[in-house]
């Protein structure tokens, strides 16, 4: 705790100057482009990696980055709080980005794979259920990137069942049809803090770098 107080310090001393007038502006509203979804683990900063301001993303975090689905009425079929965010994110902020992101060495993608339901964290197994269809495809379908190991795998193909998910939603799908919205997978691998995203032609996430960049923003556009 002494280290977030005196973060606070450090912060009100010497960067509030900086950011004063944009938290002044941020105080009349946000309008974020993008709503990223992404897990709680504590290694992962998306600010920091991505390089973004306040006011710039709208982010929604839980254990596993797990979207539970919708059903055909529109209703989340798991945890409201992650509709919800859907829901604002879409219709009040019209964000014209969703990003899921996962990552390397993901303790829930751990708990996944052994599928042994543990009596002191009920509720923990009750929500890692929105991860199975992932394990199943993991186990009938392979991994997109052999030589991971199994936990990435799993990591990785459970952020583009996360995309499916999303897409159960009515006010997603009617979006995505009519090009205002646009889905995009990304996994974060730790150990290299690299960031890649997935692409869809040849089916693999691939590293963002200079080069990398300007195909992957080419490929947005024309989709």
Known sequence: MRKLIMGIVHFRERLLPQYAERFHELSQGQTP?????????????PDLIMSTAPG???????????????????TSTG???EASAIEYAVLKLKVRDIVVCGHSECGAMKAALEGKPLSETPNLTKWLHHSAPAVFRLEQEGPLDPQLNRCDQLSQLNVLVQL???ASYPIVRERIVDGT?????????????????YDRESRRFETINRDSAEQLLNRLNRD
Do not use: Q, Y
């Open 79 to 81: 945890d409201l709080s």
């Open 164 to 166: 499916e998910h999303l």
């Open 56 to 74: 710039e993303l709208f982010v929604m975090r839980n254990v596993g980055n797990l979207v539970p689905p919708s059903t055909a009425e529109g």
């Open 181 to 197: 919205l646009h889905l995009s997978g990304f996994w974060f691998d730790i150990a290299k803090a690299e960031m890649w995203a």
């Open 33 to 45: 482009e993008t709503l990223f979804i992404t897990c709680s683990d504590s290694r992962f900063v």
